[in-house]
C-alpha cells in the first residue's frame, strides 16, 4: 500500500504563487476577519522598518484551534460533517455567512513578506497563543511537511522580546537540523537564518505604540499578524503613479472590500482602517 506525500512546497504553490499580489493577500485576511467575526480590523505599515501589523478583534483561536484549524489546509467551514467541530462563531452577534471558501487563504500572508508572527486569543478561553513562520522554507525543493518546525507557544498575556527570541531559537535550530542532514544548501541555511534572525519585533511594546484598542483581556478575543520583512512592493501598490487620479491598486482592494456609496449598498460589517507610516516618527496617514 502506498501513500500521497506532500512536499513544503505546495504550501508555497497554493499560497504566494496563487494570490495575485498582496492586495489580494491583504483581501484574504479581511475575509478570515469577517468570517472570525470582527467588527474592526487595523493595519500599520511602518516602512521604514520593514514591518506590517495587521489585528482584528474577532473570536480569535485557541492552541487547539490553531493547530487543529489554522495549520490544517482545506478546512472545510461551508461543510457539514459531524467529525469536524465548526468554526467557533460569536452567538452575541448576528450570523454571518463565511467568506472564506477554500481553507487555504491564511497562506495568501506569504506574500506580504517572508515571515510572520502571529498572535491570537480565543474569546472563549485565557490562554493566548503565539506561532513563527518563515515562509523562506516553505519555497526550498526536496523538502516534506513533516520536516518544517512551526513553533507554537502559550502565554498568559502578550509575549515580549524575550520570549519571541527562544521561538525563534527554536525555529533557528530546526533549520540547523535540516542543514546538518543535508536538505538544504549551505546558502539555503545561510539567508533563512539571515531572515530569522532579522526579525525584531516585541508584540507587547509595539502594541503600546499602535493606535486603536485591541484588548486580549478575559473575555475577549482577537488575532495579531506581524510580518516582516515585508516585500518592498507594498509600497509600490500603495503609492501607485502620482501623476495618475486613479485609485492605487490597495485603495481599490478597501473600495472594494467595504464600499458603500452605491444605492441600496447594505452597511459594512467590518470597519477598516490602514495606516501608512512614511517615517520615523508616529505621523502617518490614513489611506482610506
Same mark, same amino acid.
Given at each position: 500500500m502506498a501513500n500521497f506525500k506532500t512536499r513544503a512546497r505546495t504550501l508555497d504553490l497554493l499560497g504566494r504563487q496563487q494570490i495575485a499580489g498582496i492586495p489580494t493577500a491583504i483581501n484574504e485576511l479581511l475575509k478570515n476577519a469577517h468570517d472570525a467575526y470582527a467588527d474592526k480590523v487595523d493595519i500599520d505599515y511602518f516602512r521604514s522598518q520593514n514591518i506590517l501589523v495587521l489585528r482584528d478583534d474577532g473570536v480569535g483561536m485557541s492552541k487547539y484551534d490553531f493547530e487543529t484549524r489554522w495549520l490544517t489546509l482545506g478546512t472545510e467551514s461551508k461543510v457539514d460533517n459531524k467529525k469536524i467541530a465548526k468554526p467557533p462563531i460569536d452567538d452575541s452577534k448576528p450570523f454571518r455567512q463565511p467568506m472564506g471558501e477554500k481553507g487555504i487563504g491564511r497562506l495568501a =500572508?506569504?506574500?506580504?513578506?517572508?515571515?510572520?508572527?502571529?498572535?491570537? @486569543? !480565543?474569546?472563549?478561553?485565557?490562554?493566548?497563543?503565539?506561532a513563527f513562520i518563515n515562509?523562506? =522554507?516553505? /519555497?526550498?525543493?526536496?523538502? *516534506?511537511? #513533516?520536516?518544517?518546525?512551526?513553533?507554537?507557544?502559550e502565554f498568559d498575556s =502578550?509575549?515580549?522580546? #524575550? !520570549?519571541? *527570541? /527562544? +521561538? @525563534? #531559537? /527554536?525555529?533557528?535550530?530546526?533549520v540547523k537540523n535540516l542543514y546538518n542532514k543535508g536538505d538544504i544548501s549551505k546558502d539555503e541555511y545561510n539567508s533563512i537564518i539571515s531572515t530569522i534572525k532579522s526579525f525584531n519585533i516585541s508584540p507587547s511594546e509595539i502594541n503600546k505604540k499602535l493606535v486603536g484598542e485591541f484588548s486580549l483581556e478575559k473575555g475577549k478575543g482577537g488575532t495579531f499578524f506581524y510580518v516582516s520583512p515585508v516585500d518592498e512592493i507594498l509600497t509600490s501598490d500603495i503609492d501607485g503613479n502620482?501623476?495618475?487620479? #486613479?485609485?492605487?491598486?490597495?485603495?481599490? +482592494?478597501? +473600495?472594494?472590500? %467595504?464600499?458603500? +456609496?452605491?444605492?441600496? %449598498?447594505?452597511? !459594512?460589517?467590518? *470597519?477598516?482602517?490602514?495606516?501608512? &507610516?512614511?517615517?520615523?516618527? *508616529?505621523? &502617518?496617514?490614513?489611506?482610506i
Open positions: =500572508i506569504a506574500s506580504i513578506g517572508k515571515q510572520v508572527l502571529i498572535i491570537s @486569543k !480565543s474569546k472563549f478561553q485565557d490562554k493566548i497563543v503565539a515562509w523562506q =522554507i516553505f /519555497e526550498l525543493p526536496g523538502l *516534506n511537511l #513533516e520536516d518544517i518546525v512551526v513553533p507554537v507557544q =502578550i509575549p515580549g522580546n #524575550e !520570549s519571541i *527570541n /527562544e +521561538m @525563534k #531559537e /527554536e525555529l533557528v535550530d530546526s502620482r501623476n495618475s487620479k #486613479e485609485a492605487t491598486k490597495i485603495e481599490k +482592494m478597501l +473600495m472594494g472590500f %467595504h464600499n458603500t +456609496m452605491t444605492p441600496e %449598498h447594505p452597511e !459594512s460589517i467590518l *470597519n477598516i482602517v490602514f495606516r501608512d &507610516y512614511r517615517g520615523d516618527n *508616529n505621523s &502617518y496617514i490614513d489611506i
